[in-house]
């Protein structure tokens, strides 16, 4: 159940569906983007569903998603973890960026309480051309 969750509140969000993401979260959701907020604006917890609603605002006033595919989501009792294999749009420098995004939840009661993602941080300010690349 909760799996299916995840893949299909994703999926709406690849679509630019939001409204499966706002009624699947709990209204004391702790939402955490595990980025440096000095480089990526959206980096830091949200609380609530206002506070994802400012997250959202925040990674699409940056970035445009082309892909947002699942490579593996499993869940064991009231955590889910999915990998997914995104492809965006840097808007500020029309550079595209493609990394992996790990994602855990914690769902209670078929909602979910807390959100955590991850990602390669400095291979995308590479890719964005905000950090040199170090390959000789």
Known sequence: VNKALML??????????????FDAVSPDVVWTATAPPEF???????K???GIKEYIALLLSRYHFMRFEPKLVTAHQDEVWGLFDVEA?????????RF??????T?????????QC???????LVQQGDLPS???
């Open 8 to 21: 299909s509140v994703l999926s709406a969000f690849r679509r630019g569906i939001l409204e499966p993401l």
């Open 40 to 46: 990526f604006r959206f980096g830091g917890v949200y």
């Open 48 to 50: 609530g569903v206002p």
């Open 89 to 97: 749009l840097y808007q500020p420098t029309g550079r595209p960026v």
């Open 100 to 105: 992996d995004l790990f994602i855990r939840w």
């Open 107 to 115: 769902v209670k009661d078929g909602k979910i309480v807390a959100h």
């Open 118 to 124: 991850l990602f390669d941080t400095a291979g995308v």
């Open 134 to 136: 170090m390959v000789a």
